[in-house]
C-alpha cells in the first residue's frame, strides 16, 4: 500500500522513496520505454523513476445490472505496469477519467448512446440531444490503481441484456509541473450484459490506418482518442444544432476528408461543425493529400478489422456524404432514380464490375486523372529498366541504355512518345554530394541540372525495345565523384475507347535513377533523407508534373539548392506572381514549406510556387494532416513521419546555399534553409544568420554547437512531444 506524499515530512521522504524503488524495479531504464518524439525520453532518471511519465487505461470489466445501474471496473497504470494513483496523491499527477457507455441495438450496425446531454445553440436557438461522457457518477477504489466507476446515467427498465454493449473511457493525466505535459489515453471494452459472447460489433476502421496521417489522432482536447471510441458518441443519434449537420462517424469522415472536392462546396457552400464556445472547424479547405476515391486508404484491408470491406456495402448516408449533391428522394443526379431506402443501392453498386468507370464501387471510384499503372490491371503501363551509362567521365557526352516496355513485356515504339502527353526524357545531374550548381554549359537554363528529350533528340529503339540515347551535354571537363542519370517517361491512355465513357489521360513510367562515377571514385549514392514509402502512407501513389516524376531520387535532381521557378515567373497567371521575385523550389526547402502549410500565415510568412503554364500554386492553404498531442491538425513535429535514419537530426544537412530571391537572405546557408523552412519566421532567421559567419572563405553556421544530437536544445530534444 502507497502511503500519500501529503501527510507529513517524514511519511512523505518514506513514501518518495517507495515510489523511487518500486519504479526502479519495474521501469529499470524508463527512457527506453519513450521514443525521442516524447518529452519523457530526454528527462533525468530521478525525474523518470519519481514521476513515472505516461499513462495506460484499461477498461477491465463492466456491467448493466437489472436496474438498469452500470459499472465499469478501470485500471490505471505507467507504461511498465505501476499503479496510478487517480487523485495524484499517493502518485505524481491526477489522472481525469471520463466514460461512455452505449449499446448495438438488435439488427443495426452503430451505437446508440445511454449517456447523452442536451446541446443547445446560441447561434439557432435551438437545441439536439448528443451522446456524451456520463456525469455525476461515483468512484471507488478496489485496490492499488484499480477503480469501480458507477453511472449516473441508468439503461432503462427495457434495456436489451442480449445485444452487444460498451464502456468507454478517456483520461488524462497532467504532468505540466515536470514539465513533461498531458498523458492521454482511452480505452472501450464491448459486452453483453447476460454474459454471452460478443458477436456483433462496430469495427469498420481501425485506428493505425487514421495514424498513417494523422501520427496520434486525438480530438477535443487531446484526451479522445481511436476509431473505437469515436464511433460511440459520432453516430446518428449526434447531430450538431448549431449547423444541422450529423457527426455520425461516417458522414462527418466522408465529408471531412473529401473537404474542397465536395459538390456542395465546388457550389460555392461550406462544410462546418461548430464546437465547444462556438467554435468553428471548417473542413471546407481540406485538400486531401490522396485521391479520396482511394477508400482502401481509410478501410485498409491489412489491418485486421471485422467489417474492413464495409465500403462494399454501399448505403445512402456513408455514398451521400461524398456525393453531397444527390438528392436520393428525387433522384436528382442519381440518374433520375429515387431511392427511399438502402435495400436497392447494391443492386446496382455491386463490389466490382467488369470494366473501369462503371456503375461498382471499385469501378465509379477510378479517377481517370489518378491512374496507378503499377496496381491497376486495365492500365498496360510503361516500365523502363536496365538503365545503364556509358562512357560517362569528365568531359564526356554519357551514352545511356535501356528498354521500354509495358506491363505484358511488350516494346514500346519511341514513336508513340514523340507527341505530348508522351514523353520521355533523361536527366544529368551531380555530384550527389550535393545537386545544383554543376554547369552543364551556357545554353541550359535550368538549374545545375540538364534535361534531353530522348523520343525528339535522337534516341533509338529496335523492335525489342532495347534503346539508346547519347547525351548533347557533356559532364563538365574536370568533374569529381559521382554524377546521377534520372529516367522519366509519359504515355497517353484512353480508358473506354470508343464508348460514352471514354476518358482521355496519361500516365507515368516508375523513374529509375542511376549513379555513375566521373573520375574512377568509388560510386556515392545521394544520401538518403526520406523514404517514398512514408511519403505514400498519405499520398497513395505521389505522382507529379503531369505523372512524370514519382521517386524522390528523381526530385532531387531538379528540386536542388540552385533552382527556382524564375523560368515560369514571366508566364505567371497571376499578376502578383509575375510581379514577385522567383521562389526557391529546393526539395528541402519546398517541403518543409508545403507541409507547415496554413501556420506560415501566423508566421509571417506564405510559399507561392508558379508551376508549368504559369499555374499559380499556393501552398500557405495546407492543412498538415499530424494531430498534436492536445488535438490540432497541422502538428509537424514528429519529422519520423518523413525522415529515415534519423536525418532530421543530422547537422548540417548539407553543404550548397539556396537561392532564394524572396528570401531576406540570399542565398540562405544550407541547414538555415531547410530549418526555416519550418521555422519561417524572421526572428528564427535572424537568429540562424547572427550564428553564421564567413570564415576562410566559407559561410560557416554555427547550428552544431547548441541542436547537435548531444546537444541540450538537439532538434529530437525540441521537437518533442
Known amino acids: 500500500m502507497l502511503i500519500p506524499l501529503s501527510i507529513g515530512r517524514i511519511i512523505k521522504i518514506s513514501a518518495i522513496v517507495t515510489v523511487l524503488a518500486i519504479s526502479v524495479i519495474a521501469a529499470g531504464s524508463s527512457a527506453r520505454i519513450f521514443s525521442p518524439q516524447d518529452k519523457a525520453f530526454y528527462a533525468d532518471a530521478n525525474t523518470l523513476n519519481f514521476v513515472r511519465p505516461g499513462l495506460v487505461l484499461k477498461v477491465t470489466s463492466a456491467s448493466v445490472a437489472a436496474d438498469g445501474t452500470i459499472k465499469a471496473n478501470i485500471r490505471i497504470t505507467d507504461p511498465k505496469g505501476v499503479p496510478l494513483d487517480r487523485d495524484g496523491i499517493v502518485t505524481p499527477g491526477p489522472v481525469s477519467i471520463s466514460c461512455v457507455a452505449a449499446y448495438i441495438p438488435k439488427g443495426q450496425t452503430q451505437y446508440t448512446s445511454y449517456t447523452t446531454r442536451i446541446q443547445s445553440s446560441t447561434i439557432t436557438n435551438t437545441s439536439a440531444t448528443q451522446a456524451g461522457t456520463d456525469s455525476g457518477g461515483t468512484w471507488a477504489k478496489t485496490a492499488d490503481g484499480e477503480y469501480t466507476y458507477t453511472f449516473k446515467t441508468k439503461a432503462p427498465a427495457t434495456f436489451d441484456k442480449m445485444v452487444t454493449h460498451a464502456v468507454g473511457c478517456q483520461s488524462s493525466r497532467s504532468l505540466a509541473e515536470f514539465d513533461l505535459g498531458t498523458n492521454y489515453a482511452t480505452d472501450v471494452l464491448t459486452f453483453v450484459p447476460d454474459g454471452s459472447p460478443v458477436v456483433t460489433t462496430r469495427d469498420v476502421i481501425r485506428t493505425a490506418s487514421c495514424n498513417k496521417c494523422h501520427d496520434a489522432l486525438s480530438f477535443h482536447g487531446g484526451s479522445r482518442r481511436g476509431v473505437e471510441y469515436c464511433v460511440m458518441c459520432h453516430q446518428p443519434q449526434t447531430i450538431d444544432p448549431d449547423t444541422g449537420n450529423t457527426v455520425d462517424f461516417p458522414v462527418m469522415v466522408h465529408k471531412i476528408h473529401m473537404g474542397n472536392q465536395l459538390p456542395s462546396v465546388k457550389a460555392g457552400g461550406k462544410y462546418q461543425i461548430i464546437g465547444f464556445n462556438n467554435g468553428v472547424s471548417d473542413w471546407s479547405t481540406v485538400a486531401l493529400p490522396t485521391d479520396p476515391g482511394q477508400c482502401t486508404v481509410c478501410h485498409d484491408q491489412k489491418n485486421g478489422a471485422a467489417q474492413a470491406q464495409a465500403y462494399l456495402k454501399p ?5 451521400g456524404a461524398c456525393h453531397d449533391n444527390v438528392n436520393f ?4 443526379n442519381h440518374v433520375n432514380l429515387p431511392q427511399v431506402s438502402d435495400n436497392n443501392c447494391a443492386t446496382c453498386h455491386i463490389p466490382q464490375g467488369e470494366l473501369p468507370l462503371d456503375a461498382s464501387i471499385m469501378g465509379a471510384h477510378i479517377n481517370p486523372a489518378t491512374l496507378m499503372p503499377e496496381t491497376q490491371d486495365f492500365v498496360p503501363g510503361i516500365i523502363v529498366d536496365n ?12 551514352t545511356v541504355t535501356f528498354t521500354l516496355k509495358d506491363k505484358a513485356g511488350n516494346p514500346i515504339p519511341l514513336a508513340e512518345l514523340k507527341t505530348s502527353p508522351g514523353r520521355i526524357a533523361a536527366v544529368l545531374a551531380g555530384p550527389t554530394t550535393d545537386y545544383g550548381y554543376t554547369n552543364f554549359g551556357s545554353d541550359v537554363t535550368t538549374g545545375g541540372y540538364v534535361s534531353e528529350d530522348i523520343a525528339n533528340g535522337g534516341g533509338t529503339c529496335d523492335t525489342s525495345g532495347n534503346c539508346s540515347y547519347t547525351f548533347t551535354h557533356a559532364v563538365p571537363a574536370g568533374a569529381k565523384g559521382t554524377f546521377s542519370i534520372g529516367m522519366e517517361a509519359r504515355r497517353a491512355f484512353t480508358i473506354l475507347p470508343g464508348t460514352t465513357k471514354a476518358a482521355a489521360t496519361e500516365y507515368g513510367a516508375k523513374n529509375v535513377v542511376v549513379n555513375f562515377s566521373v573520375d574512377g571514385s568509388p560510386v556515392t549514392p545521394r544520401r538518403q533523407v526520406v523514404a517514398l514509402a512514408k511519403c505514400n502512407q498519405c499520398h497513395t501513389y505521389l505522382s507529379l508534373h503531369g505523372t512524370n516524376r514519382n521517386q524522390i531520387e528523381q526530385c532531387v535532381l531538379c528540386h536542388n539548392p540552385s533552382e527556382t521557378d524564375k523560368a515560369r515567373r514571366p508566364s505567371a497567371t497571376n499578376a502578383t506572381d509575375k510581379a514577385t521575385p522567383p521562389q526557391a523550389v529546393d526539395f528541402a526547402y519546398m517541403i518543409h514549406r508545403i507541409h507547415t502549410g496554413e501556420n506560415l500565415n501566423a508566421l509571417g510568412a506564405g510559399y507561392t510556387v508558379v508551376g508549368f503554364g504559369g499555374s499559380h500554386n499556393d501552398f500557405s492553404e495546407v492543412r498538415y494532416p ?4 492536445s488535438g490540432s491538425p497541422g502538428d509537424t513535429r514528429n519529422c519520423s513521419m518523413c525522415h529515415v535514419n534519423g536525418s532530421e ?34 526572428p528564427t532567421l ?8 564567413a570564415i576562410g572563405g566559407q559561410s560557416i553556421e554555427s547550428c552544431t554547437a547548441c541542436h547537435s544530437n548531444s546537444a541540450e536544445f538537439s532538434v529530437a530534444r525540441k521537437h518533442a512531444q
Open 315 to 319: 448505403n445512402r448516408a456513408a455514398c
Open 329 to 332: 428522394a428525387t433522384g436528382l
Open 387 to 398: 538503365v545503364k551509362v556509358a562512357n560517362g567521365t569528365a568531359g564526356s557526352k554519357p
Open 626 to 629: 499530424a494531430f498534436s498531442p
Open 649 to 682: 537530426t543530422n547537422l548540417p544537412v548539407g553543404k550548397a546555399a539556396v537561392t532564394d530571391p524572396q528570401s531576406p537572405v540570399n542565398p540562405l546557408p544550407r541547414t538555415t534553409a531547410v530549418c526555416t523552412g519550418c521555422h519561417a519566421d524572421l
Open 686 to 693: 535572424a537568429h540562424a544568420v547572427t550564428n553564421t559567419a
